[in-house]
């Protein structure tokens, strides 16, 4: 089969043929926004470099939620801001907590909206670090300890899914038995497995309040020169227990993406986190691009490559832009 015979360009001469062929269908189902909820009220603050985003306290944080209902969407990522840190990060695991608070609000008023819960320590302890920080170390096995608290009392709450994303070694496992053992058999276990020491997380950093006061994540997260290594993580994660995989960021992991959907075929999450976002809005707002043409081609290769779930701030206006 050779050309002239084999002519690629017969199947794109229709709108109807093309749609009838296109391999790769994006839906308002797999999106999921994220959110910051903190404390105090009648906070509506905007996130420095993500022109639309805010942090929220809980009453306008159910405002925003209710038009992302509106539009169709029905699954939120919510991190939380506490309104104090300690070493040991408590305000994470406070059943009075704002994410506890906010889930609980959220689920009084939209039950079947599903709620996924990050769980980390980085924005409830002083340090920064994903970890519980001692004598200039990151403490794996006391953070996980803690990390079970805070995942407990998030599914207490009423969270859905609980999200950690600190990548401590062994926290899946711990988490899982944790939860099991306060009969939450339910409770659905999203880790990052392939969470990378990613530049793009810097907007998102900087209006959470999480940048690691000294030292860097790299002894933790996944360096991103390294795909091997991230597909290993994500199977140890589901030896350990995982339900859905969770890669960040996602453009930059495309590859990741593929090869951890081809050797899990577990459910897969995507991640296009805030700088992604930043990246995008800026060209856009610049008139460099078409900001609905390119945010839609990136969310429809980040399916391509093998996501069955994006998160993304862009989630409300994709949600509207597919109708
Ligand atoms: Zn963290």
Redesign the pocket.
Known sequence: MYYPSYRMRRLRQSPSLRRLLRETSLSVDDLVLPLIVTHGENVREPIAGMPGCFLYSIGTLLDEVRQAYEVGLRALLLYGVPSHRDIGASAAYDAEGTVQMAVKAIKDELPDMVLIT?V????YTDQG??GVYQDDEVLNDVTIEVLAKVAISHAEAGADIVAP???MDGRVAAIRSALDDEGLFDTVLMPVASGFASGFYEPFTAAVG?RPVVGDQLTYMVDPANGEEAVREALLDIEEGADIIMIQPALPCLDVIRTVKQDTRFPLAAHSVSGEYSMLKAVAERGWLDEQRVVTEVATAVKRAGADLIITSYAKDLARWLG
């Open positions: 990050d980390c320590v980085c924005a670090h994903c994303s600190d990548m999480t």
